[in-house]
């Protein structure tokens, strides 16, 4: 019997191996669409959240990690650009220009995946049916506030035909939006900012232990290496890690911090898993495996 764990990092690399197979039509789309790509995040956010508007405040519920003076830059120059406009004095919603561009680059890449018949059809159907069983348990799940992650994807699809790859992939970005989801309500308690606990856990997996690493690594986050470096240092402040030869390394606090949280990740976000039996679970990993292994050889054959 595969174990849940297994599967859910099929879904993962599953959910990764379908994009590539549009990649040449999408490109082209992006920059026609889209004057700047840092635009797309948040107008994608606002689309499938609509008609609430959206704020930095929202965008940073939905990631935490990113720098809230960044994100309200950018709110200020895709309205500037067109792409959204201001209702209130910290809210934003989208224009037409911004919908029709969300619309037009989704609509493009859903519909040529699914002109790809590589996959029975049957099997695409039986693995939709799968998805959407464990979809819609996750659904009814209480995690205790609001599921941002979860409602942002699962709220505000493009319609598409079932029992399609477009609707695996749809599914696929549900249940990895869950998985946010649980891993934001695990460590919120905690009491420190998104900031400050990915740099923690990047010290805890030894993925990047220095200022100039986590800059390195997360360029995208838009902080500087003099603002991580204060964060280490509150980190070290904290006792959750301390400096050691080559970069800075987990205390046993810290440690313990984040085996908590994670060991309450994996609680939050399995427990709708119960509505699969083990038989459905055996059977959704053999597809999955199936489905990101045809994908992969898809794209090798157009390399």
Known sequence: MRDKKSVFQLFGETSASIYPLARDVMRPLFKEYFSEQRFYQPLFLAYNLRPEPISADLFQLRNPYAN???????????????????????????????????ETVH??????VNQLK???????????????????????????GRKICFDASFGGHIEVDHGTLAQVDQLLDDLNAFRDDAHIA????????GHTW??????????????????ERLPYRQYTT??????LEDLVQRG???????????????????????AVTN???FRPWKVLTDSELDRLGALLEELKETNLKMTENDD
């Open 68 to 102: 809230p003076d960044s994100v309200q830059e950018i709110l200020e120059d895709a309205t500037e650009a067109g792409y959204l406009e201001k209702v209130s004095v910290s809210n934003y919603r989208l224009t037409q220009k911004g919908s029709s561009a969300i």
């Open 107 to 112: 609509e493009a890449f859903y519909n040529h």
């Open 118 to 144: 590589e996959v029975p059809a049957d099997q695409l159907k039986e693995l939709c049916s799968l998805l959407a069983k464990l979809v819609e348990s996750i659904n009814q799940t209480d995690l205790g």
């Open 186 to 193: 695990a460590w919120t308690p905690v009491g420190v900012d």
């Open 198 to 215: 990915e740099i923690l856990t990047f010290v805890w997996n030894s993925d990047a232990t220095t200022a100039e690493a986590l800059n």
């Open 226 to 231: 003099e603002d991580y470096k204060g964060s």
């Open 240 to 262: 959750w890690i301390e400096e050691g030869a080559e970069g800075y390394l987990v205390t046993v606090a810290g440690k313990k911090i984040r085996d908590e949280a994670e």
């Open 267 to 269: 609680e939050n976000y």
